[in-house]
């Protein structure tokens, strides 16, 4: 089932099918969101005011120039990014560790017991390093080609294949756990 | 590029990302459009950023959902934003067109009548065959009178379909009657289907999005009036029509999404 109707229904202001595109991405911003701030409270800020944006902008996407998911995942990293700005957040941040996000993932303890989530992150230990890294900087913190080649010193063409074998790697993990 | 050249390209990967460049972009987009296994995969792509990005979440998201609503002025009950009502306006529009039809059927009629009268005499054969044809006019008009009745009815819900990206010409129109639990769809702005397809008909809810079919349109082409009754039992926020294979599917199609509208709240 694709999204048209809701995404057309969004763009129509109509609620429901807004509560069902935040079902459907808020836990995946929310994600991204914490990955820049590392703190919760501080996260569910910034997700509330970036889903008040996305309601009164719904008008700003425009489905032939990508992906809805896209959209709202630059939205929020944008937002998140601001917050680092913030005075709040430096006198929170003295220390910030920079930890990648799956060693966060597998510190499990600090997390609601989601049972899926707990699976992935138990999976996501199983990728290789230099995939972590890449996935980090391309979904995480949302480097273009080149950020992410300097990054990781690795030559710009290689970040397109890389990270293509790292989705790959990292689809048949998922499926693996799916079974 | 071919599809599997896409695919593998690692662009897909990309796009999903954000990170192409405004042209690359725009290939990506049509290629998506041109081959379904492209579109497949970058939903695949997307399905699994999705959930790794999800599975670092520091809480329940749910809860927040109210706070939102709240501040967007939209908290509490199903306070849903409606639609502008032109629906109205259309309506008696509609009403008042299909009036002056019949004004002008029923003068075709009595001046026809008047004729044969005229000739009665020599064409006794011919008055027989006319008066066949009257009856049969009087019965056209009594359906569009019995038509133009159940349109008008105060329960019926107007719910306008618009046009999408794959044909944004095409409109279309459903007639709902809640209690009664039928819809009449208007698909009179609808393109001919080609060849061995057909139109169905969706119920949707918008959380969780589900389709339900309402069937499929397999007379649309004989169809005069292109108004078709369907019965509805569902409690539909939204109505589709997608093109599909003959004999339909299970599931819509929706890069073959026609039309589509909200049913006001």
């Given at each position: 089932m694709e999204l048209e109707p809701l995404i057309f229904a969004f763009k129509e202001k109509n609620v429901k099918a807004f509560e069902s595109l935040y079902d459907m991405y808020s836990d995946s911003l929310s994600g991204v969101i914490y990955n820049i701030l590392k703190d919760q409270e501080m996260t569910e800020e910034v997700m509330q005011d970036v889903f008040v944006k996305v309601w009164h902008n719904s008008d700003g996407y425009d489905a032939t120039k990508g992906r809805f998911f896209t959209w709202i995942l630059n939205i929020a990293r944008n937002a998140a990014i601001d917050k680092t700005r913030s005075r709040a957040y430096k006198d929170a941040k003295k220390n910030l560790d920079a930890d990648l996000f799956v060693d966060i993932l597998s510190s499990g303890d600090q997390f609601d017991k989601q049972t899926d989530a707990i699976g992935i992150r138990n999976y996501l230990g199983k990728l290789a390093l230099k995939c972590k890294q890449i996935i980090e900087a391309i979904?995480?913190?949302?480097?273009t080609q080149k950020e992410t080649a300097e990054l990781l010193a690795i030559p710009l063409g290689t970040v397109k294949t890389r990270n293509r074998n790292c989705i790959s790697d990292l689809r048949t993990i998922l499926d693996v756990q799916a079974i | 590029m071919n599809a599997q050249e896409y695919i593998s390209s690692g662009l897909l990967e990309l796009y999903v990302a954000g990170t192409l460049s405004e042209e690359e972009n725009q290939d990506v987009a049509s290629a998506m459009l041109q081959y379904s296994e492209v579109r497949d995969e970058v939903l695949e792509i997307e399905a699994t950023i999705v959930k790794i990005t999800a599975a670092n979440a520091p809480g329940e998201t749910q809860k927040l959902f109210p706070a939102i609503l709240k501040t967007l002025g939209l908290g509490g009950n199903d306070n849903i934003k409606q639609l502008p009502k032109r629906d109205t306006f259309l309506i008696t529009f509609s009403g008042w067109a299909a009036a002056i039809i019949m004004a002008f059927g029923m003068l075709w009629m009595i001046t026809q009548n008047k004729q044969l009268g005229a000739n009665l005499d020599i064409a006794l054969n011919e008055r027989q065959l006319i008066e066949e044809q009257i009856a049969k006019a009087n019965n056209d008009l009594e359906e569009k009178n019995n038509l133009l009745a159940v349109l008008r009815d105060k329960e019926m819900i107007t719910v306008p379909l618009a046009g999408q990206a794959v044909y944004p010409d095409a409109y279309a129109k459903v007639y709902w009657n809640k209690a009664a639990e039928n819809i009449y769809l208007d698909v009179q702005g609808l393109p001919d289907p080609p060849e061995g397809k057909v139109y169905q008909v969706w119920s949707l809810t918008l959380n969780p999005l589900t389709p339900t079919s309402l069937g499929v349109i397999d007379q649309f082409t004989a169809d005069e009036n292109k108004i078709f009754a369907i019965s509805n039992p569902n409690a539909s926020e939204a109505f589709g029509i997608t093109l599909e294979p003959a004999g339909g599917s299970p599931t819509p199609t929706m890069e073959q999404l026609y039309t589509l509208g909200l049913v006001a709240g």
């Amino acid at each position: 089932m694709e999204l048209e109707p809701l995404i057309f229904a969004f763009k129509e202001k109509n609620v429901k099918a807004f509560e069902s595109l935040y079902d459907m991405y808020s836990d995946s911003l929310s994600g991204v969101i914490y990955n820049i701030l590392k703190d919760q409270e501080m996260t569910e800020e910034v997700m509330q005011d970036v889903f008040v944006k996305v309601w009164h902008n719904s008008d700003g996407y425009d489905a032939t120039k990508g992906r809805f998911f896209t959209w709202i995942l630059n939205i929020a990293r944008n937002a998140a990014i601001d917050k680092t700005r913030s005075r709040a957040y430096k006198d929170a941040k003295k220390n910030l560790d920079a930890d990648l996000f799956v060693d966060i993932l597998s510190s499990g303890d600090q997390f609601d017991k989601q049972t899926d989530a707990i699976g992935i992150r138990n999976y996501l230990g199983k990728l290789a390093l230099k995939c972590k890294q890449i996935i980090e900087a391309i979904y995480f913190k949302g480097y273009t080609q080149k950020e992410t080649a300097e990054l990781l010193a690795i030559p710009l063409g290689t970040v397109k294949t890389r990270n293509r074998n790292c989705i790959s790697d990292l689809r048949t993990i998922l499926d693996v756990q799916a079974i | 590029m071919n599809a599997q050249e896409y695919i593998s390209s690692g662009l897909l990967e990309l796009y999903v990302a954000g990170t192409l460049s405004e042209e690359e972009n725009q290939d990506v987009a049509s290629a998506m459009l041109q081959y379904s296994e492209v579109r497949d995969e970058v939903l695949e792509i997307e399905a699994t950023i999705v959930k790794i990005t999800a599975a670092n979440a520091p809480g329940e998201t749910q809860k927040l959902f109210p706070a939102i609503l709240k501040t967007l002025g939209l908290g509490g009950n199903d306070n849903i934003k409606q639609l502008p009502k032109r629906d109205t306006f259309l309506i008696t529009f509609s009403g008042w067109a299909a009036a002056i039809i019949m004004a002008f059927g029923m003068l075709w009629m009595i001046t026809q009548n008047k004729q044969l009268g005229a000739n009665l005499d020599i064409a006794l054969n011919e008055r027989q065959l006319i008066e066949e044809q009257i009856a049969k006019a009087n019965n056209d008009l009594e359906e569009k009178n019995n038509l133009l009745a159940v349109l008008r009815d105060k329960e019926m819900i107007t719910v306008p379909l618009a046009g999408q990206a794959v044909y944004p010409d095409a409109y279309a129109k459903v007639y709902w009657n809640k209690a009664a639990e039928n819809i009449y769809l208007d698909v009179q702005g609808l393109p001919d289907p080609p060849e061995g397809k057909v139109y169905q008909v969706w119920s949707l809810t918008l959380n969780p999005l589900t389709p339900t079919s309402l069937g499929v349109i397999d007379q649309f082409t004989a169809d005069e009036n292109k108004i078709f009754a369907i019965s509805n039992p569902n409690a539909s926020e939204a109505f589709g029509i997608t093109l599909e294979p003959a004999g339909g599917s299970p599931t819509p199609t929706m890069e073959q999404l026609y039309t589509l509208g909200l049913v006001a709240g």
